[in-house]
């Protein structure tokens, strides 16, 4: 499995992680060998098998629909790099 | 009397009871031993004033003639991946460097109810990313365990929960919190020959917990023996209705159910885990594990276990995307860190804060976890990973209709010095060949120390159950333990 420059650049620009040609440069190789080790798992056949969705089976639970938390406001602003008048801040998104 | 410091769990909450000691007394002789101990950077922030609180109001209730709460007296260690009211979580990432949680953690705020205080929160791998601790943001935890070569390399406590394992070798803290993903409670317990049990997947509440891999990561004690093992899981396993995945059941009466007396069980030796290049000594550590099982009275079979090998692979695939999907979060607006460079816009910010936040090995999983989830690879990494996931979950099921339980090594090798393997991401996570299966599975799973290799450094065995059979793993584990008498410790030298 061989990952180039260009592609490592549009994986961090989808997890949106600024990265450097060079840091794209050292990663491609890295990227590289980790996917072409996983890549065994092309071998097995799975043929009939339905994808795990539930480690221990476990039921869904279902609960009266109604507010059970909320008027916490300053709680939830209070670790924000910048808030204003009770919302979070950021930079202006339209022009 | 041995120094308050020497005593375990059980030992504490019975000497308390008992009136041999105050909980203050104890409280304040771990905080002391926790400040001298700075050399192994285990803990990231100490709070002896959590634990001396708590410690007083276990000293009044004794005082007032009340009934002891479980954990009377006793101070623990919490690993930082523990949302803690009112003290600083960063799960070691720079990230959430600043962050402090208005609310607790559903394990931690069992331990509380408990009567337990919290001496600190422990270093670990950064977002438990990790298998020797190197990846934390804020240094390495250095075991307290060295080489008998008469070498001082500083060598790896192990990971992800490093911090714990070090800080319980230690004697800083007599039990603490760890999580694990795809081993970072067992591997690290058995670098430093303590013990650690993960529960069944569910056992434990995730509220409150920062999320790696929501569908692998448990929250599990670890201590130094196999009976604080069982007392301190009392108190943090339990139904939460604020984890959607949280198991409705009740919790067992772990420590009155502790038996070593395996008559009529049978233990499965599994010949895939005999892996190439395994050293010798840990061979023969595991043929001397299945003697004092046989021994203690169970049965030993040999059985199979066909998918083993895919069990690292797929769990590369499974963690990473789940890992890049939770890890979502940290986009500079709700907490933590912002980088906002000048003229940015919403966008660069994100990718500014998280390419100054996220330590490399992290970087490295969001990205692998965005590539396999990525449009067009998602069938063949993804769906793919977790229909051998099932095949993996499959070979347990058939392998309980021939035993009861499974024994292992915990780790293909002893800790190994720092920086040893940090270059290489693949030999790194090698290490987990052993406990990813269990996790993928779901299964509870415990390692106990078994004796100490040529260089002096501590093994440990590895007993795997069926879900929900906490009780059967701590039985089998109590049997190794009382027939390894494991008494070997790190000499003082920090």
Known sequence: ?95 | MAELTDLGVAAIRDGFRGGDFSAREVADAFSARVAAAGALNAFLVETPDHAAAAADRADAARAAGEAPLPLAGVPIGMKDLFCTRGVATTAASHILEGFVPPYESGVSQRLWDAGAGMLGKLNMDQFAMGSSNETSAFGNVISPWRRADGGNSALAPGGSSGGSSAAVAARLCPGATGTDTGGSIRQPAAFVGISGIKPTYGRCSRWGTVAFASSLDQAGPMARDVRDCAILLENMAGFDPRDATSLELPVPAWEAGLSGDLKGKRVGIPAEYRVDDMPAEIDALWRRGAEWLRDAGAEVVEVSLPHTRYALPAYYIVAPAEASSNLARYDGVRYGLRDLPDGANLQEMYAATRADGFGPEVKRRVMIGTYVLSAGFYDAYYTQAQKVRALIARDFDRVWERCDLLLTPTAPSAAFALGEKSADPIAMYLNDVFTVPSSLAGLPAMSVPGGLDAQGLPLGLQVIGRALDEQGVLNASLALEERAGFTARAEQWW
């Open chain 1, 1 to 95: 499995m061989s990952v180039d420059e260009a592609t490592v650049a549009r994986i961090a620009k989808l997890a949106r992680i600024a990265i450097t040609p060079e840091e794209a440069a050292r990663l491609a190789p890295e990227l590289g060998n980790i996917l072409g080790w996983i890549e065994q798992l092309g071998e097995v056949d799975t043929s009939g098998v339905e994808p795990m969705t539930a480690v221990i089976p476990n039921t869904l639970r279902l609960r009266e629909d109604r507010v059970t938390d909320g008027g916490v406001r300053d709680a939830v602003l209070v670790n924000a790099p910048a808030a204003e008048h009770g919302f979070f801040t950021v930079p202006k998104v339209i022009e």
